[in-house]
Each structure stands twice: as structure tokens, then as C-alpha cells.
């Protein structure tokens, strides 16, 4: 056992597993009839079984491989893009995508002063009366 | 097996005026762009544009609706090759080599090959509509939760061959998909959990999921990147690579053959259609090449057997629609309102009483494929201007359209947030080397699996065995799935081995 268990690997099977058990807990304790568990129980144990050999694996391994670059910035966009998702239908399409487009071009290198915002407007406005007008539900705008 | 009398009526309902055509071409156009945006619906937009057909005569309704579910089978697979996002879970499969053979700058084969996989797949699938309509009604009559079980086993087994590493990796990615279907209200009403969120009371939405995990985890990946097509000179949009695409598909007529059959039968399945048959597909076309190790990295292969499955499945689906007057998705449901608007009702007797009017209607699907053709390879040039966006604009752009689309599925904040959830696990398990499609099958088949288990074995009184047994159907296609996931591969090791001994 002489390889290195990448940080962010680590981090998906806790996650994995933790959201399993859960899962396979929260059925388990609705009702343990074979209808309900007759999917979650195999495939929850199988998980289980399954992320042992993995980590084995991954120990037993003589090189560990290296883990890919950028993480932080990739983090960063994925909050960005997580606070825009919950702030579409708190603040409004429109202004939320239009925030979200503008930094997501500077974050990824737009380096212009004036063609990511009006880009963003652009984009935002197409948005908000070309797709917006084909949802049947109701659509929360800030300013459009 | 076909009415000739009836056929010959088709043709003059069908030629004798222009009136039935004129909404083809934009059915055709609002099919590929509905099709082409994440999270807009082939379903969304023939809802969207039902009430337009109020007006129009029953054949030219007919036509319409179905030139926008055409046009936008083939619309989901050019997001799958040009930006790895399935425009809908019948274009999953198209992404796994349509998209690496875009980034490797062979975008205009890649489209070339979808659409003439695409319209083939379609050709072939209304062509055996016309001739066994009749004997395919009966069939699906037939069919029940113990047949279903087996052809969503076969999709899983799919599962195991999506690795991109390990098998471990990917079966555990492919459970973890199964585990997360099984969030919400089961199929016998008993309530698990729903994570604190109603919205999820009828489980994970499959669809922004499917968006999350595929293109925003993709996209972030991509954000180091100047430009989706690294090489400038290949970022052309070649008609001529594009025709050369369309040539290469001919070069594999058994993967075509043996996808549009595929796709044809199992898209007669209500309630499994095109979602399992470009699985179904692609799987067995991985597993019959003479280079299985190609796949996953931009075989032509792979791309032509999912788009024939998912577009002849388009065929399969109209079977029981108009044979049984039953709905298999939610396409066919839009048709069947349709249907009712104009006073008629699918089933046996609209196949007996007004058999020039079923016919018209496959005809005209048949002359609104070859319309795709020409329509696609028009479209394929705008569509594949994506290539030349920059990607520090087409990340949050796309990114952006990917949280919108999940909010046109749900019409809530969970849809959006679905995306976001997903994108996150889609990057770590991109991260790790994990296969992101195979959670995808996971959870797309996780709820149709358990609901049709526990409809057998209520059905068989808990003796599941001895009860497929008695389903004729279902045991021909439990062999054929056993005799091609174990007995071909052992034949095929046997004589591996046989030839090693002999060599020696």
C-alpha cells in the first residue's frame, strides 16, 4: 500500500456514499417491504463493495496519478454558477443571467472592457423574450 | 399485409393538392432548434404549438406535429456531437463518440453521420410501421411488466461498458445513478425521502440532471480552452465533410441495419421508446466491433447507432398510438390530443375504418424524413457555427442556457438547482475518472426498473421464474439478451483460446 488517495476522490465517495446511506436509510425506515427495498438495498450494498475495491485499488497502486490543474478556479465558477441557479427565481432571469454571463466571460479570460457587458445585456435580453416567452410557467423578472 | 386500395387513397390525400406540406418544413425548423436547446422539449414544443393545428385540417395537424417530433430527434443529437448536452435522454448515447470526434475537429463528419443515421433510422422505422402495423399492435398488446423488465435489464447492462478507467469505476457510477433514482415516492406510493425538498416528491428530474452532469461539468472543463475545436483550420464548416459523413455512415450498413431495427422494436415499448433504444444500441454495437476500444473516443460507429435507434424508435412510438390509441411519451401524448381535437380516436377501428388516413400519415412521416435531409444539412452550417464562439463566451452562455433549461422542466427554483447539484458531482466525478453517462442510465432506468419489478412480481405472485416461464415473449428476450451478453463473448474467448492452442 504505497499510493496516494487524491483529495478530490476521496471527496466523491464520502459524498457517494454518504448520500447512499442516506438514502438507504431513509427507505429502510419508511418500510422494509421487498417492493420498496427491491432496488436501493442491492445497488446500496453493491456501492458499498464496489468503493472498497476502488480504494484498494487506488492504495495499492505504485504511482498515484496527478490530480488535474485548476480546481480552484473550476470551484470558483461552480459556486458562481450554484448562486445563480438559486438566484434566478429570488432576484430575477434577467438580471441574475445577466450578472452571471458578464463574470463568467471575465473569469474565463474576456478581456475587453465594454463587449462582455453588452454581450451579457444582448444575451440576457434574447433570453428573457425568446426562451422565456416558450416556459409555460411564470418567470420572475428584475427589469424586463 | 398492406391495403392496396387503402395505399392508393393515402396517395391522393397525400399528392393531390400542396395543402398537407406547407407545415413540414417549419415542423422540421422548430424541431431542431426546440431540439438543439438544453432543457426545451421535443413534447414542450409540439404542446407549445397544438392550439396553431386548431385550424388545420386533421392530415396537415398530423404532419406538422410530427415534423417538429422529427426535426427535433435529430435537433438533440447535434448538441450531443457539437457540446456533449444531450438535447433529451434519447440522444445520450449520441454524445459519447459524437462529441470526442467534434473536439477532435471532425465536427462535419460527426453531423454528417447523425443526420444520415438520423433519416435512414427514420426511413427504416415508418417503412416497417406501413408494412406490420398490424401484426406489431398485436405484439404490443402482448407486452407486459415482465418483457419491460427485461429491456430495461438489457439497457443497464450498457453500465458495464461505459469505463473510463476502471469497471469498478463504472459500475459504481452506474449504481450510484440507480441509488439516486430511488429519491422520492416510490412506485407503490410508500414516501422516502425527498432531501427536505417537495419538489422532489416524484424524484430527481432526469432531465436537468442529465444537463447538469453531461454539459456544465463538461463545460467547465472546457473553460482552460480557447475555442471548442483547438486546430483553426479545422473550425470550417464543410459542406464537403459534412457529404463525407453522410457517405461514411453506408460504409457500416449492419451498425445502421441492426440500430433501426433496434430502435424500431423497442420504441414500440410504451413508456421505454428512443431513451432505452439508442442504449440498447450503442451498447450492442460496441460489443459486435471488431474495435470495442475505439468507442468512447469518437467511433463512427457509436454515433450511427445511436442516432438510427433513437430516430427509427420514432416509428416504433407511433405504433401504439395509432394501432391502440395508447400514448408511449409524452410526444405521442401531444399527437393523441391532437387526435381528440379532430374528433378521432386511435385503436382498431381507426386502423380498420380509416386505414388511407394511417397510411397517409406514415407516407407523409416518410416524405418529412427525406425533407430533414435536405432541412439538416441546411441547418447543420448555422448550427455549427458553435465551433467558432469563443469559449470564454460560450461557457457561462451555455452555462446560463443549461439553469434555464432545468426551470423549463420543472417550473421551479429545483430544476435550476438540480443543474447546479449535478454540474458539481459531474465534476468530480469527471475529476476521478468516473463515467458520467453511466449515473445518467442509472437514474433514468432506476425508477422504470423498479416500477415494472414490482408489477411482475405482484403480477407472479412473488414466483417471478416460473412466471416468465409462461410469457413467450419475454423469455425469447431474456435468451437473446443472455445468449449476446454471455454466450457470444465466451464463444468468442473459447475460440481465442482454441486459437492460441493451436498456435503453440
Redesign the interface.
Known amino acids: 500500500m504505497s499510493g496516494r488517495f487524491p483529495a478530490s476522490h476521496a471527496a466523491f465517495l464520502g459524498i457517494a456514499l454518504a448520500i447512499t446511506g442516506f438514502i438507504l436509510w431513509s427507505a429502510l425506515s419508511a418500510s422494509t417491504s421487498l417492493n420498496n427495498l427491491i432496488v436501493v438495498a442491492p445497488a446500496a450494498l453493491l456501492l458499498g463493495i464496489l468503493a472498497l475495491c476502488i480504494v484498494v485499488a487506488a492504495l495499492r497502486k505504485q504511482d498515484a496519478e496527478p490530480a488535474p490543474a485548476g480546481a480552484l478556479g473550476d470551484l470558483v465558477l461552480l459556486a458562481g454558477f450554484g448562486i445563480f441557479c438559486y438566484a434566478l427565481t429570488h432576484v430575477g432571469f434577467d438580471v441574475a443571467t445577466f450578472v452571471f454571463v458578464w463574470a463568467g466571460i471575465v473569469v474565463s479570460g474576456g478581456r475587453s472592457l465594454w463587449v462582455p457587458p453588452l454581450y451579457a445585456a444582448v444575451f440576457s435580453l434574447a433570453l428573457v423574450k425568446g426562451f422565456g416567452s416558450l416556459f409555460p410557467y411564470p418567470m420572475l423578472t428584475l427589469v424586463l | 399485409m398492406l391495403d392496396q386500395f387503402a395505399l392508393s387513397q393515402a396517395f391522393g390525400l397525400l399528392f393531390s393538392s400542396f395543402d398537407p406540406w406547407i407545415w413540414v418544413i417549419p415542423g422540421l425548423l422548430i424541431g431542431l432548434v426546440f431540439g438543439s ?1 438544453p432543457g ?1 422539449q421535443i413534447s ?1 414544443a409540439m ?2 404549438f397544438l392550439p396553431v393545428t386548431f385550424g388545420m385540417d386533421f392530415l396537415q395537424a398530423m404532419l406538422f406535429l410530427t415534423a417538429i417530433f422529427t426535426g427535433g430527434a435529430y435537433g438533440g443529437g447535434v448538441t450531443a456531437i457539437l457540446m456533449n448536452i444531450p438535447g433529451s435522454s434519447s440522444s445520450i448515447a449520441t454524445a459519447f463518440d459524437g462529441y470526442p470526434m467534434a473536439r477532435q475537429g471532425k465536427h462535419n463528419e460527426a453531423l454528417g453521420l447523425g443526420l444520415a443515421a438520423s433519416v435512414v433510422g427514420s426511413f427504416i422505422g415508418y417503412i416497417l410501421l406501413l408494412l406490420l402495423i398490424g401484426p406489431m399492435a398485436a405484439l404490443v398488446l402482448k407486452i407486459g411488466p415482465m418483457e419491460m423488465v427485461v429491456v430495461v435489464l438489457w439497457g443497464l447492462t450498457l453500465i458495464a461498458t461505459l469505463n473510463d478507467s ?1 469497471l ?2 463504472g ?2 457510477a452506474g ?2 445513478g ?6 422520492g415516492m ?3 406510493g ?4 425527498t432531501v427536505g425538498n417537495p419538489h422532489l416528491l416524484d424524484g430527481i428530474p432526469v432531465v436537468p440532471a442529465m444537463i447538469g452532469i453531461f454539459a ?1 461539468s463538461e463545460l ?2 472546457l ?2 480552452s480557447s475555442y471548442l475545436v483547438t486546430d483553426e483550420a479545422q473550425r470550417d464548416i464543410s459542406l464537403r465533410r459534412i457529404l463525407a459523413g453522410v457517405a461514411e455512415t453506408f460504409r457500416h450498413p449492419v451498425v445502421l441495419l441492426r440500430g433501426s431495427l433496434i430502435g424500431a422494436g423497442i420504441g414500440a415499448i410504451p413508456g421505454v421508446g428512443s431513451s432505452v433504444a439508442n442504449l440498447v444500441s450503442y451498447g450492442e454495437a460496441r460489443r459486435t466491433s471488431a474495435t470495442p476500444e475505439a468507442f468512447g473516443k469518437g467511433a463512427p460507429e457509436g454515433v450511427i447507432a445511436a442516432e438510427s435507434a433513437n430516430s427509427s424508435s420514432e416509428g416504433g412510438s407511433m405504433t401504439a398510438l395509432l394501432a391502440l390509441g395508447i400514448p408511449g411519451g409524452a410526444a405521442t401524448a401531444v399527437l393523441l390530443a391532437a387526435f381528440s381535437f379532430h374528433n378521432i380516436i386511435g385503436g382498431p377501428s381507426f386502423i380498420r375504418n380509416q386505414t388511407d388516413v394511417v397510411y397517409s400519415i406514415i407516407l407523409g412521416n416518410l416524405g418529412q424524413v427525406l425533407l430533414l435531409a435536405v432541412v439538416g444539412l441546411l441547418m447543420l452550417r448555422v448550427l455549427g457555427m458553435v465551433v467558432r464562439v469563443p ?3 460560450l ?3 451555455v ?3 443549461c ?2 433549461g ?3 422542466i420543472t ?3 429545483a430544476g ?2 438540480t ?2 447539484a449535478f ?3 459531474g ?3 469527471r ?2 475518472a ?1 463515467p458520467v453517462a453511466a449515473t445518467v442510465i442509472g437514474l433514468l432506468l ?1 425508477r422504470m ?2 416500477g415494472e ?2 408489477r411482475t ?2 403480477i407472479s405472485n ?1 414466483q417471478p421464474m416460473t412466471y416468465l416461464l409462461e410469457r413467450p415473449i419475454a423469455l425469447v428476450l431474456a435468451i437473446a439478451m443472455l445468449a449476446v451478453l454471455v454466450g457470444a463473448p465466451s464463444l468468442k474467448a473459447l475460440r481465442a483460446r482454441k486459437a492460441r492452442r493451436a498456435g503453440h
Open positions: 436547446i426545451l414542450m404542446a407549445v476502471s469498478a469505476k459500475l459504481f449504481f450510484l440507480l441509488v439516486l433514482s430511488q429519491i416510490s412506485t407503490t410508500i414516501m422516502r425521502t456544465a467547465l472543463r473553460r482552460g469559449l470564454a463566451y461557457v457561462p452562455s452555462l446560463a442556457m439553469a434555464w432545468g426551470y423549463g417550473g421551479t427554483v435550476p438547482l443543474v447546479a454540474a458539481l458531482l465534476w468530480l466525478m475529476r476521478n468516473y432506476g426498473m423498479e419489478l414490482v412480481l405482484q412473488n
